[in-house]
């Protein structure tokens, strides 16, 4: 049983920058793959970034490309994502989540989830 826990989110205005924390808990970190998904208001829930358990590989939304930096350190069980240049359409809450083997952009493929961390973005 893995537990993950997102802190970091906020209001900032637009072209500001923010980083997320989400911090493990319950069993080695291991060779987990990482994910962040966000969810505005009334929107399916999305797919932003994610990391290989090494930390080695990376992938991201065509929307936040250039402008989000997903990292991890395994020493202290923490996965992050610094997001610069900041638009008023990154209002969501985003979520952290955890996933076996490979890295995938689908959220019904990862087996733990925070509970989220609201980021507001004003004009």
């Known amino acids: 049983q893995v537990q993950l826990v997102e802190s970091g989110g906020g209001l900032v205005q637009a072209g500001g920058s923010l980083r997320l924390s989400c911090a493990a808990s319950g069993r080695p970190f291991g060779r987990y793959a990482m994910g962040w998904f966000r969810q505005g208001a009334g929107k399916e829930r999305e797919f932003v970034a994610a990391?290989?358990?090494?930390?080695?590989?990376?992938y991201y939304a065509e929307s936040v490309k250039g402008r989000f930096t997903i990292s991890r350190d395994n020493a202290k069980l923490t996965v992050y994502l610094q997001m610069n240049s900041l638009k008023p359409e990154d209002t969501a809450v985003y979520y952290c989540?955890?996933?076996?083997?490979?890295?995938?952009?689908?959220?019904?493929?990862?087996?733990?989830w925070g509970q989220g961390t609201q980021v507001t973005v004003s004009s």
């Open positions: 989540a955890a996933k076996t083997l490979d890295m995938t952009s689908n959220p019904r493929d990862y087996d733990y």
């Open positions: 990391i290989s358990w090494s930390g080695g590989n990376t």
